[in-house]
């Protein structure tokens, strides 16, 4: 059985304009193109350190013609880089840290369900360590109201 949410999306205007978008996201993050796999963040509290943004799934992706033939499946390393994005996004913009964000380490990946082109995979987080070069968040992904995945993934200033 899955984890608790971090928090209630349900209280959240899920359809409301997203407070950044793509082209702000890429501001802040310097993946681009095939590699942006962050589209859209709705909501942040700084203070509890938590976040909320997504991925739409679309049948442009790179990977779906050959993950899996006839019946595609977002990768699971696709959803670890969303879960780093995300990451790197909320320290760079909202707690300001002026510096590249490498990603460092992934801890305790559980996969539990898929995700298909038509989706839209939202990605919630939580900044659970804050130390001089290393930053730390577990983050879950859920779509259709279900997790799919949930993770622990470490960014490192370079």
């Known amino acids: 059985m899955p984890p608790a949410l971090l928090f ?14 793509r082209d702000a996201i890429v501001e802040v993050n310097p993946q681009n193109y095939e590699m942006q796999q962050l589209d859209a963040i709705l909501w942040y509290d700084k203070e509890k350190k938590l976040i909320l943004g997504y991925k739409d799934v679309t049948e442009n992706e790179f990977w779906v013609r050959g993950h899996i033939p006839g019946r ?26 002026d510096a590249f964000i490498g990603f460092a380490s992934i801890e305790d990946a559980k996969f539990r369900l898929t995700v298909e082109p038509g989706s839209r995979l939202y990605l919630l987080g939580h900044l659970t360590a804050v130390k001089s070069r290393k930053y730390s968040a577990y983050i ?8 799919i995945f949930e993770t622990t993934v470490s960014g490192m200033k370079v």
């Open 8 to 21: 209630d999306i349900s209280k959240i205007d899920l359809e409301r304009k997203p407070i950044y978008d």
């Open 72 to 97: 595609p499946i977002m990768p699971g390393v696709i959803m670890i880089e969303c879960a780093a994005q995300l990451l790197s996004f909320f320290v760079r913009k909202i707690l300001e840290l």
């Open 140 to 147: 879950q992904g859920v779509c259709n109201g279900q997790m």
